[in-house]
């Protein structure tokens, strides 16, 4: 499973960006997918996720209620919608996908929010 993501880039406080992970080489619905964030100096952390079944989704404390992801299975993308944007929120974001077998990772996209 290859997974590629998009969407980054600069933005200032209160603005929104939707990252994508688009995936290739099986399908979603044999993933639990994910999006992870790591700050500069920072462990990596896990910002929101979605069950293979797409019936779950949860996200992190600090992002709930700003940020939605969502999946679409028939091209086989995942995305995350992040609203409301704070300097706080500035990090590489990964994607994740993950079964009873392996984890996979994406290389990442530079999320920077500032004035």
């Known amino acids: 499973l290859q997974l590629v993501e998009s969407g980054g880039g600069l933005v200032q406080p209160g603005g929104s960006l939707r990252l994508s992970c688009a995936t290739s080489g099986s399908t979603l619905e044999e993933y639990a997918t994910g999006w992870h964030r790591q700050a500069p100096g920072k462990e990596r952390e896990a910002v929101a996720c979605?069950?293979?079944?797409?019936?779950?989704?949860n996200y992190a404390d600090s992002v709930r209620g700003r940020f939605t992801m969502s999946r679409d299975t028939a091209k086989n993308v995942v995305y995350l919608q992040m609203n409301n944007l704070r300097p706080e929120d500035t990090a590489v974001y990964y994607c994740?996908?993950?079964?009873?077998?392996?984890?996979?990772w994406g290389q990442g996209t530079q999320v920077t929010v500032s004035s």
């Open positions: 979605i069950s293979s079944s797409g019936r779950s989704t």
């Open positions: 994740n996908a993950k079964d009873w077998q392996a984890e996979y």
